[in-house]
């Protein structure tokens, strides 16, 4: 606001995993795993989220994204020390397109932020995820989710884009696209790289093609301690934790179901803005939530029912 395989990678399979023999049971439990790391994942975003409208007046939006991604890289890098050799030229450019798309999608988000409210930009953002579930599902119920996750996103808006910044709607809609170019190649670097070492490597894509944009904008303000202090904070909460988390969750989930689970993170920050920050939740607002929950539960459990390869995530 706020993610496969190598051999080397005990848990990341070249297709979404198949749930194991066993009945019922053994196929809730295989799904239980991605459905809570794209939860947390969202939590995380929103807290990072949080933190970085803190930090947006020390340092610009451009400034908030470049200190964000860099030191996200910086973490990754340490943490993962990927390898950089043995890898195709294939491997190289899955690699860069991932880096590109993450760019494009926090650099356009914070330009949305900074002039339309937070959970406006959420919401028309999630457009893009929920616009990619349509496109590679093959099923019909898919569809349904899809749609009825649309209708809750449309309920949260409260019907209040026409007075919003149409600068910033256009930097919210263009994010939603590259958050559905990321979660395209956040599942094909996952494939292609062990662990984290993908992640690792496209944020640090990322990083330079935002450090200049930022720099320009922030100059020695990116160096004062405690905006450094807050900048790591939001890398860590907005980036690090849950870009890894939805990396790990696109191991076993296929893009269309993602997708529509995408359609949470305004509803997730509707209900953070209710329970941290006390502001009033309208009974539209709930049933927006819940229409975005029920359409989440709905597509996790058809795709448990039935796993369809998906040939735009297949090389």
């Known amino acids: 606001m706020s993610k496969p395989t190598s051999p080397a990678s005990p848990i990341a399979p070249t297709s979404p995993v198949r749930p194991a023999s066993g009945g019922p049971a053994a196929s809730r439990a295989t799904r239980l795993g991605p459905v809570a790391l794209v939860v947390a994942a969202g939590v995380s ?21 470049a200190l964000r991604l860099a030191a996200a890289a910086l973490v990754l890098l340490v943490v993962c020390r990927p390898r950089l050799r043995g890898h195709s030229r294939s491997d190289w450019g899955t690699v860069c397109a991932f880096g ?38 093959r099923r019909l119920v898919n569809l349904l989710w899809a ?68 720099i320009a904008e922030a100059g020695g303000k990116l160096l004062v301690p405690g905006t ?33 689970m995408m359609s949470l993170e305004p509803a997730i920050a509707a209900t953070a803005g209710f329970l941290v920050l006390h502001q009033a939740l309208a009974l539209t607002d709930a049933l927006a939530i819940a229409l975005v929950i029920a359409a989440s539960i709905g597509a996790v459990r058809s795709q448990t029912r039935k796993l369809a390869p998906e040939t735009l995530l297949n090389e």
Do not use: H, K
């Not at 450094?228 to 890398?235: D, F, K, P, R, W």
């Not at 690090?240 to 296929?254: I, M, Q």
């Open 45 to 65: 975003v929103q807290f990072g989220a949080a933190i970085a409208v803190l930090l947006m007046p020390r340092a610009g939006a451009a400034g908030v994204v």
């Open 100 to 137: 590109v798309a993450m760019a494009g999608m926090n650099g356009l988000f914070y330009q949305a932020v900074d002039r339309i409210p937070l959970g406006a930009a959420v919401t028309l953002e999630v457009l893009g995820p929920l616009v990619l579930s349509v496109i590679v599902s």
């Open 147 to 214: 749609g009825l996750a649309l209708v809750g996103v449309a309920l949260l808006g409260g019907g209040g884009f026409g007075g919003l910044d149409p600068v910033g709607v256009a930097f919210a809609l263009g994010a939603g696209a590259m958050w559905a170019a990321y979660i395209v190649f956040s599942a094909r670097t996952g494939r292609r790289f062990p662990q984290a070492d993908g992640l690792a490597l496209a944020m640090a894509v990322a990083a330079v093609l935002s450090l200049p944009l930022g």
């Open 228 to 260: 450094l202090a807050l900048g790591v904070a939001v890398a860590v909460l907005s980036s690090v934790l849950p870009y890894t988390l939805e990396l790990l969750a696109l191991r076993r989930l296929p893009a269309s179901t993602f997708a529509v």
